[in-house]
């Protein structure tokens, strides 16, 4: 069975730059079967997609967020990443880590969640 | 962008049926997954390609879609189903990305 955990500060100073990890068990994140997901919510609203990491390292942001976000993936750690630089109040929200199955696009597997709060 | 709008919230009392939609322009064209999520909990994956459970998932949640929109039913509905649920595709743009509809609130009256 899958299972993803994020993990990574809970609290990020304004300005400064968000950084989690996801470690994946269960499953390989060389699979090119899947992408390798990062969703956030904010407190009370809804989910938005942020970026995803594919086979070979092919790579996709929400444009709304591409100038301040990277994904990456350490095959070695069997994990991924995410920055988000620059951070404002407005990032302040519970990220998830997800495994999106590229044949239909859906998320079986979800991380628990880890709220980020941006202090000023 | 691509758009999925829901209700923000369905009201049904215990035993009858829920019915949540989720509209999109063409939306029959794709597949649409939905998804519950209760309070301080990961969204769950309830229906995916339209109309498919995952193993785990009671046969009281269907789902459907055609033309502009996707529903997802809950039938007999219980307590324990209280909670958000989200419809999501996937979009084929400029690249291809996930879509996340609003959120519907389900209260169990």
């Known amino acids: 069975q899958v299972q993803l955990q994020e993990s990574g500060p809970g609290l990020v100073k304004s300005s400064e730059t968000l950084s989690l990890t996801c470690a994946v068990s269960g499953g390989s994140v060389r699979s090119g079967s899947y992408y390798w997901t990062w969703i956030r919510q904010p407190p009370g609203k809804g989910l938005e997609w942020i970026a995803y990491?594919?086979?070979?390292?092919?790579?996709n942001y929400n444009p709304s967020l591409k100038s301040r976000v990277a994904i990456s993936v350490d095959t070695s750690q069997n994990q991924f990443s995410l920055k988000l630089s620059s951070v404002t109040a407005a990032d302040t929200a519970v990220y998830y880590c997800?495994?999106?199955?590229?044949?239909?696009?859906?998320?079986?597997?979800w991380g628990q969640g880890t709220l980020v709060t941006v202090s000023s | 962008s691509y758009v999925l709008t829901q209700p923000p919230s369905v009201s049904v009392a215990p035993g009858k049926t829920a019915r949540i939609t989720c509209e999109g322009d063409?939306?029959?064209?794709?597949?649409v997954h939905w998804y519950q999520q209760k309070p301080g909990q990961a969204p769950v994956l309830v229906i995916y390609?339209?109309?498919d459970r995952p193993s785990g998932i009671p046969e009281r949640l269907s789902g459907s879609n055609s033309g502009n929109t996707a529903t997802l039913t809950i039938s007999r509905v219980e307590a324990g189903d209280a909670a958000d649920f989200y419809c999501q595709v996937w979009v084929s743009s400029s690249s291809d990305h996930p879509v996340f509809g609003g959120g519907t609130k389900l209260t169990v009256l």
């Open positions: 390609y339209d109309t």
């Open positions: 063409n939306i029959g064209s794709k597949s």
């Open positions: 990491i594919y086979y070979k390292g092919i790579t």
């Open positions: 997800a495994r999106g199955d590229s044949g239909g696009g859906d998320f079986q597997h």
